[in-house]
Nanobody, 117 residues
């Protein structure tokens, strides 16, 4: 069974930085695309950044130049480095990893990021 464990959320002042991590575990599991989503109260879960196994990335416009997604294929870990944080970055961040061989989407439980002075 595949499990995703996220870490790195918290409270940070505007202009600060945080790094989120998401580790996938499971016998024989290999990660395909890895992504981070953000959800705020009353809203749907929106894609923030995605990184494919070949290293290609895409970002939502609002975080371009401030956030960097990366991955460690050997460890099945995804990272989201968030810099120059703004109050509008506040939300619960969810990790999503698609299994390379079965195409199944796996989700973490979410980690809360609060940007507030």
């Amino acid at each position: 069974q595949v499990q995703l464990v996220e870490s790195g959320g918290g409270l940070v002042q505007p202009g600060g930085s945080l790094r989120l991590s998401c580790a996938a575990s499971g016998s024989g599991f290999e990660a395909g695309a890895m992504a981070w989503y953000r959800q705020t109260p009353g809203n749907e879960r929106d894609l923030v950044a995605i990184i494919y196994r070949n290293g290609n990335t895409n970002y939502v416009d609002s975080v371009k130049g401030r956030f960097t997604i990366s991955r460690d294929n050997a460890k099945n870990v995804a990272y989201l480095q968030m810099s120059s944080l703004k109050p509008e970055d506040t939300g619960v961040y969810y990790c999503n990893i698609r299994g390379l061989w079965n195409g199944v989407d796996y989700w973490g439980k979410g980690t809360r990021v609060t940007v507030d002075s």
